[in-house]
């Protein structure tokens, strides 16, 4: 069969090169530091609910990327808290059978479960484990859709932990195709694949560069009729897992960006791929961290009681040195990010201050413990939730904001405080726009509060304070173009 134009070619693998720095993402290693030492204060039972949940969610979301089945929102929720079943699946929530989706995500947990219990048992990864994973993932599909000679698209049977014997080339509304490798070489291509991994792993290559590296060669050589997409993520999870780190869940809402970030792989720039991956698991690590305090808190009298005897005979001078280093790195950070404000707000003054003497462009902020540090508490809550975690200023809180006052005012907040519900090593940053709006005379609402950060920004206490202001200096850039660009649109 003909490749169109604009298709993409299968090609061998490609290993990585020698030099994998440039793909790293050290303050992960960091971060991955702190939660080890505050996992170990959670009893087992609790590391077991949470686990649990994440295994969950990943079981749902792997099956919803592949579009297998759609599940709303809130009942994804339910699952995620309650269970897998199929009395919590109602009809009009999904496209499929309740019953056969409740099954689908059953047995995608017991893929994500078997993973776990791979890693437990310290077994090299081989070709006859990734057909044991791709035969639990599809247990509950019978058929596929395949290519025939001609190259028509046919429904065959799907051959459930055996290699592909029909290509299985998707094609596009455009008429090109997307070419992965052809079926008489896969199982050659499959051992190269494992050789490769083996020896990144004895060179210790990062968790989240080799994990990425993994699953787009994997899903490059496509070596099953149905399933590779959700194996990829299972041998990605597998990588992350095993580090100490956590499974994999790429959501719906990370979609678009995991499809470009899998063609640019194509293109043979993993970077994006590795900074996405990066990104999942750096969120990961902030929602585990923030949800700690509440499981603690949750414990039995006497846990609490050794905790607390812990806290005050052995951590007491150590905490307080995680806290000043950590401290150090977010006032830092925030006279950085003021600096850039004034930088703004004069180059605005300058292009802008000549049409109205009524435009005015400036900078203000506060530092923890000052007489406004409680200021936009409302804002900065408001932001947490939108990306996902959970924010406490009582814990710390400094903010800087540049203000952009035209016909209307807009604020963007720079925030620097706590999460969960004590300092565990770890503060964030978030960003946020809003516009001021007046309902009656001296009297003004916010409205149109967004995020510009497209993640919260962490500041932990291992990380050297050089790194964290060159990771925190592409952060800031990103988010302020983001809120200008907003302003830009709504004048």
């Not at 299968?10 to 991955?32: G, M």
């Not at 930088?343 to 109205?356: I, N």
Request: proline share 4%; glycine share 6%.
């Amino acid at each position: 069969m003909a490749i169109e134009p604009g298709s993409y070619r299968w090609k061998p693998i490609e290993p990585l090169p020698d030099d994998v720095s440039v793909l790293t993402r050290p303050e992960l290693r960091y971060l991955a530091d702190v939660w080890r030492e505050q996992k170990d204060k959670w009893s087992h039972e609790s590391q077991g609910v949470f686990l649990e949940k994440l295994q969950r969610q990943w079981a749902i979301e792997t099956g919803i990327i592949e579009r297998i089945y759609s599940l709303d929102r809130g009942v994804t929720e339910v699952l995620i808290e309650e269970g897998i079943s199929a009395s919590l699946i109602p009809s009009e929530a999904t496209d499929k059978d309740p019953e056969l989706v409740a099954a689908i995500i059953g047995d995608q947990k017991q893929a994500i479960e078997g993973v776990f219990d791979f890693v437990k048992g310290n077994r090299q990864l081989s070709t006859s484990y990734i057909k044991e994973i791709q035969a639990l993932l599809t247990r509950h599909q019978s058929t596929t859709v395949g290519i025939d000679a001609l190259g028509h698209r046919v429904e065959v049977k799907l051959e459930r932990g055996k290699y592909k014997v029909l290509p299985n080339n998707p094609s596009r509304g455009n008429g090109t195709i997307h070419e992965y490798c052809p079926p008489e070489h896969v199982a050659s291509e499959m051992d190269r694949l494992l050789d490769l991994f083996q020896e990144y792993q004895h060179r210790e290559v990062p968790p989240e560069v080799l994990a990425a590296w993994l699953h787009h060669r994997f899903a490059q050589i496509h070596p099953f009729q149905d399933g590779n997409g959700r194996v990829a993520r299972a041998l990605a999870s597998l990588v992350f897992i095993k580090s100490g780190w956590f499974p994999l869940v790429v959501t719906r809402d990370d979609r678009e960006q995991y499809i470009v970030a899998l063609e640019k792989a194509d293109k043979s720039d993993v970077g994006p791929l590795v900074g996405l991956f990066a990104a999942i698991e750096r969120q990961a690590f902030v929602n585990a961290l923030s949800i700690a305090g509440d499981v603690h808190h949750r414990q039995q009298v006497r846990q609490v009681i050794e905790a607390a005897r812990e806290t005050f005979e052995r951590r007491q001078e150590a905490l307080r040195k995680e806290w000043e280093a950590a401290k150090g790195i977010a006032v830092s950070l925030q006279n950085k990010a003021r600096e850039r404000f004034q930088e703004v707000a004069g180059a605005l003054k300058d292009e802008l201050g000549g049409y109205s003497p009524k435009f005015w462009f400036y900078v203000d902020d506060e530092q923890q413990d000052g007489e406004r540090d409680y200021y936009f508490r409302n804002q900065i809550i408001q932001t947490a939730k939108q990306l996902g975690y959970f924010a406490n200023p009582s814990i710390y809180a400094s903010w800087a904001r540049l203000i952009l006052k035209t016909e209307s005012q807009v604020e963007v907040l720079l925030s620097v405080h706590g999460i969960g519900h004590d300092f565990r090593g770890v503060l964030v940053a978030s960003m946020c726009f809003f516009r001021r709006e007046e309902v009656a005379q001296n009297e003004r609402e916010i409205a149109d509060l967004i995020p510009v950060s497209d993640r919260v920004f962490q500041i932990n206490y291992r990380e050297k304070p050089e790194e964290a202001e060159g990771r925190f200096s592409e952060w800031l850039e990103a988010a302020l173009i983001k809120a200008l660009e907003t302003w830009r649109a709504g004048l």
